[in-house]
């Protein structure tokens, strides 16, 4: 089993102006993470949010490939109807090349009413230019001919574009997905889907499955590092911890429904299950002592999943506990997985 | 006076692909000029060339940021035209934040026939288009409020801008200026400005003195640090070594003349200057002995020239060479007018 990061870092306008201790802390937290086996970031990328959220994020991976050797980099996501396909292509190589292959590119259409408006994209075009971009960065990294591109919302006319990928054919493709519909999609695109943290258990069990049955419908093999679920994460070394955080983790579920009205994969805010906290920990996050989150994790293995992206927590503290408490469980039936298949 | 470097890194499709060695070289040979005393790097920036020259510039920027703690970043330069004006101002503050503040943003309208052809952008918008990113950018950078943008090429609605930039107001802005005109537009700007390498001296004198006429005609204070000049350098260490230099320099522009029938600042071939390789040394380039070069530098210093931007060249012996029988040379001296002005 492999566990990476889901997150971002945070810089806001107005404060800190003297430095980028936002930035700074979250660099620090991804070096360390390296260190203690957390095997992949996948950061988030959003714009005009006046929070600071990070809107250049292929620059902050490459910065931190910069200062790492073997964790993965990876987008959750990229945008793709705010970008001109051909220059995320050459950005994404570029990072691509100079982290020495380490790319993990994920993308969206995007969901936040704010950022269609800032754009001035309008919302019923977003998945045409998503679908349209892809092209154009695939055949981009791919092209080994000049080659000219008509579409609706893009021309290029005779490019070749540079630099080449380290991976081949190309960095890995992730999107998102929550739908039985859309699960389909992403298992015949050929992308590798990401699962979000707000879904149940329950849920998320019938989303793998529709993963699984839909690449037997496309002749795709099954491979679970090609599914990345996210979580959030909490360890609580009493009762009194505990009750803080199932308080902690619904308001601030509450407090993004109240902002952005939908969360990708979860269309409206679902009392049943986040309203009670001690169902919301059944429900969706990983919360309580190590020996309750690793029955837990156990769950999500014995489903299929392998590869669980840890929601950023706010401090280094948990990911510690984690990669001490918990990780070395897994690790160990990893390599016997391993020995086993030799 | 302050010595930099200016030109980019190759990493050419279908070659080295199993490995980034053409960025590496570039990247380490910047680390080394940094601790040779080497106070910028100004990275070109070009697309769809084939040849594999860098495109884009603020991501490679950003991973030597990491790598760097003093050396100056800049580019040499984006052309505004092929990029959305919102994502550039995300990039570069991200960059300058990253970097502790040492973003110099080199920006121009472009020049190459292939660029605007390959990104089907008519030439005749080119100047617009710039013109209207700059305004966005700046406006992108230094607005504490949200605000809207309601351009000929660009729109945008709310917004406001992330992460803040850690130069205030914003990073230099520098652009290349080559005719009468447009050295005087840029200094109205509030813009730093780009010499060429390829204009004479003579010319470049011409040039440094409109400069500090339109400085005085708009208020603005004459400052040597905000003109780059950039200039070839050989070194050579026999009579054999420097024709071999001056007949290879005049292949190569006669070369970069054939593929791009112009160059910035200078409209066309000058067989009077160029054609002839002494005529050429003594027209534009620093070619010869360290004592030659240190008398021709001499003379751009009188000119009024502190901020020498050296083409970077085949190997890092020769600014090894400069770094150790050059540079201490005028670092005497601008200690000595550092000590008088104190």
């Known amino acids: 089993m492999k566990f990476g990061l889901f997150g971002g870092a945070v810089a806001k306008r107005g404060e800190n102006t003297a430095d980028s201790q936002g930035y700074d802390d979250f660099i ?5 993470a390296e260190d203690l086996g957390y095997n992949s970031i996948f950061l988030v990328e959003h714009h005009f949010t006046g929070g600071g959220q990070v809107s250049a994020s292929l620059n902050l991976l490459t910065y931190i490939a910069a200062k790492t050797s ?4 990876g987008t959750a996501v990229t945008v793709l109807p705010w970008h001109n396909p051909v220059l995320i292509a050459e950005q994404t190589a570029t990072l691509d090349l100079l982290s020495g292959g380490r790319l993990d590119f994920g993308v969206g259409k995007g969901y936040r009413d704010i950022e269609y408006k800032g754009f001035c994209i ?15 960065i695939k055949k981009s990294w791919n092209s080994e001919e000049r080659f000219d591109h008509n579409g609706k919302y893009w021309q290029f006319d005779d490019i070749m574009v ?3 990928t380290i991976q081949k054919p190309h ?31 329950e849920r998320t069990e019938e989303r793998i499955n529709v993963w699984r049955e839909a690449c037997a419908a496309t002749g795709r093999d099954f491979d679970p590092m090609q599914i990345g679920l996210a979580r959030g994460l909490t360890i609580t070394l009493s009762e009194k911890d505990l009750e803080a955080a199932l308080h902690q983790r619904d308001e601030r579920v509450s ?12 269309e409206k805010r679902q009392p049943e299950s986040y309203s009670d906290p001690a169902l919301d920990m059944e429900a969706a996050a990983l919360i ?3 020996d309750k989150i690793i029955e837990r994790l156990k769950v999500l293995e014995d489903m299929g999943f392998k590869h669980i992206l840890i929601l950023l927590p706010d401090n280094i503290e948990t990911l510690r506990l984690f990669a001490s408490e918990v990780m070395p469980v897994f690790k160990e ?9 030799e």
Chains 1, 2 share one sequence.
């Open 28 to 32: 620090n937290l991804v070096l360390e």
């Open 70 to 73: 073997r964790i993965r980099l």
């Open 122 to 136: 309008p919302r019923d075009e977003a998945l045409e230019r998503y679908q349209e971009s892809v092209e154009v």
């Open 162 to 164: 540079e630099p080449y």
């Open 171 to 201: 960095p890995p493709l992730w999107t998102a997905a929550g739908t039985d519909e859309s699960i389909a999609r992403v298992a015949e695109s050929g992308m590798n889907v990401l699962f979000d943290h707000f879904a149940s258990f």
């Open 255 to 266: 407090k993004m429904f109240a902002k952005f009205g939908a969360l990708p994969g979860l």
């Open 288 to 290: 309580g002592s190590p």
């Open 333 to 341: 039936s990893d390599t016997t997985n391993a020995d086993a298949a």
